[in-house]
């Protein structure tokens, strides 16, 4: 997709698979001219750990630049926040404490989206996707057990408790990939649009 659309971002928890591209979409909207104002929610410590980030990859442009359009942060939790045009909560989920994991919950236009993060099972989950159009979940492996992610298996186990419309998976090891035919809930492709 085309950067400059990007109106909000919004993290589930600290790794940096997650929000390590944030950095250089800063940059990269810097030089493109961006005006419009970018709108970031996530853990509480995702400002710090992106001034960290920016330090580390590019200190001649983040120390020195100052970006000429509006960013904007905010914590998010289970009250739900505007983020850009999307109303936002967040809910803690099990994975790696320090990473500060969280399912999230995007109404837009009437429709709900929701997110686990990177989670192994638990019920947080049945929460975090209650009544979606939409939920985007991760199966890291298809039968291995693994104490921080979700299996394939384990999700098929639970998918009566969940009370979404729709599944996706994402977050697919190789593992994973090897059995995709065998699946029947729907795997994320990159660059995958979804009209709901
Ligand atoms: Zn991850
Ligand atoms: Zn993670």
Redesign the pocket.
Known sequence: MDPATIQAIAIS?L?G??FGGIPYLLMEQYFAGRTAPLAIGGPRELQQRLARAGDALYPDFFRKTALDYPVSFVTLGETPVMLGAAEVSAHPVT??AE?D?HGLRVKVEGKLIAYSG?ARWSDELVTVAQGADLFICESTSFAKPDPAHLSYKELIANRAKLDCRRIILTHLGQEALAHVAEMELEPAQDGMLVTL
Do not use: I, L, Q, T
Request: no cysteine.
């Open positions: 928890h790794h698979d997650h994975h790696v990473s994991p990177d």
